[in-house]
């Protein structure tokens, strides 16, 4: 099977599309690097040309209201067209839980996004995840004022990047839900508890205290804003074991956001170290955005296998080719 990832160099991209090759499959790993592009609609038509599947994992340069609308409005109005005439069987796309719940200028961005999926026709499945485990750190930045990090008191259930691919995985080989699949990680907790254990672990001594006016970037959330209401596939790695396999738990490089070392995007997980510390933290393997040129994933790690239980639903088959 031919599969068309659109974002497929970054974070979840390249996990992904390594899992689908080692299934068998046909995988372009589509990105401006390569002159595969969303938003000027270069080099759409010919990866598409015989693609059965294509998966959207684009996110926004920006966070500015109008930038982030834009975005998903000109990718979804480039990219979907392009599928119909190639005969796409099944679009998937990478969303985020609470999306209707919450108001931020991101989170509108990513509901015009989904909006422009469901009415053109093609078959789809929507993948809401929670936010991932990779980008605590820069959530917990994002909320701090002077050594406080003030959060609203809500529920959290960060999930990690190697969940996530292998849910898309799966879901890309499936028949399409024409709906929404949401997924979260096998821990729910206070937001301020998970944050407060992240800095722990990564020695940052900031305090962590609940704060009802907290806003999460710029929106209001209740307590159930952030995490699934209904059914939802749970991740098997929760905090303790995402440590031990992340640089981010062993690399003291990745423990020096606190003396301005280190700046971590909070949905791309960017890191912003001096060059000679990207070669040697993980924080590189970031999400694909779309013209923005990224640092390569750190060379001479090996590559974990999936992981292969889930403490909710689980998967029934291996990723093989059709």
Known sequence: MKIVVIGGTGLIGSKTVALLRQGGHEVIAGSPKIGVNSITGAGLKEAMAGAQVVIDLTNSPSFEDRIVLEFFETSGRNLLPV????DVRHHVALS????????????????????????????????????????????????VAGNVARLPPVLFQPIAADDVALVVAEIALAAPRNGIVEIAGPERAPFDEIVARYLKGVGDPR??????EAQYWGGRVTEHSLVPVGEARLGRIGLDEWFRRSPAGADPACASRRIGLHETHFLFGACRHPVVWQRTCGCADVEERQGDPRLPAPSGRPRRGPPTAWRSTSLSSPIVPN
């Open 207 to 212: 305090e962590v205290v609940r704060d009802p």
């Open 83 to 86: 599928e119909a005439p190639a």
């Open 96 to 143: 985020i839980v609470g999306i209707d719940r919450t108001d931020n200028g991101y989170f509108r961005g990513k509901v015009a996004q989904e909006k422009l999926i469901v009415a053109s026709g093609i078959p789809y499945t929507i993948i809401r995840a929670t936010q991932f485990l990779e980008f605590l750190g820069g959530i917990a930045d994002s909320s």
